[in-house]
């Protein structure tokens, strides 16, 4: 019964933050989009309050290694992170940084969130499709203008937890066509707060948000050594995570 409770309260709280989202998010978007072409402004005004879902709770401990990584300027990357729960999305929005997502087409037509998602300039892809790879074709333009573009290179999000086996390999792709650099950044336990395949979460845990170093393309000879390496310290990371002590 607990659990219940709990799990109410914060979907009833997240309720309420998609609510102030769409007004607050409405409103600026339609004050600057004739000067901002990027969406920077309506798109942080969704990143604030989408990372309430894991405020509202005190009980959720946050770890973040690595944060000052995110405060260079211009921030002009592409971030890539492992992809374990819908909970991974709140708790990036609390990091310093105001990014696009690539989400699939799907998402975007959900009521309330798939609305906040296009006027915020988010970027949709077809899941499995070679059009997957064209969406990603003009990624470079929000990056170059110092708006990062955040991107799951598993694909979809983990059924168990654990890391899939190789990253797909469209960001890399697109990070060595237009010379793009790469954040990699590890996530750890999100899962356990908000396991797949039901909606009730977990009252307490712990969230870790790792911030590694970045990643030039142009040290590597190929896109498949470069999505390699990616992935290898990716994985070396958050096994490392796993490992902390709760």
Request: aromatic share 14%; glycine share 6%.
């Amino acid at each position: 019964m607990g659990r219940t409770l709990f799990s109410i309260y914060i979907w009833f709280g997240y309720g309420v933050s998609f609510a102030l989202s769409l007004i607050f998010t409405t409103v600026v978007f339609l004050f600057t989009f004739p000067f901002d072409p990027h969406r920077k402004a309506p798109n942080a005004v969704m990143m604030f309050f989408g990372q309430w879902m894991v405020r509202l709770n005190p009980f959720w401990k946050i770890h973040v290694f690595g944060r000052e990584k995110l405060l260079e300027k211009p921030f002009d990357r592409i971030v890539l992170a492992n992809h374990q729960s819908f909970m991974d999305m709140p708790l990036l929005a609390t990091l310093p940084v105001n990014m696009k997502w690539v989400s699939k087409k799907e998402m975007f037509r959900i009521p309330v969130a798939g609305w906040l998602m296009s006027m915020c300039g988010h970027i949709s892809v077809e899941r499995g499709s070679k059009k997957a790879a064209r969406s990603l074709d003009n990624v470079d333009k929000p990056v170059k203008a110092g708006v990062p573009v955040m991107i799951f290179p598993e694909g979809t999000r983990s059924r168990d937890g654990n890391m899939r086996d190789s990253f797909r390999k469209g960001a890399f792709h697109a990070a060595k066509r237009f010379g793009l650099t790469l954040q990699p950044i590890v996530l750890e336990g999100t899962h356990n707060a908000f396991p797949p395949d039901g909606w009730r979460l977990n009252s307490t845990g712990n969230m870790y948000i790792s911030v590694l170093d970045p990643i030039h393309p142009d040290d590597f000879e190929s896109v498949d050594e470069l999505t390699e390496h990616t992935y290898d310290v990716i994985k070396k990371e958050w096994l490392r995570l796993k490992e902390l002590p709760a």
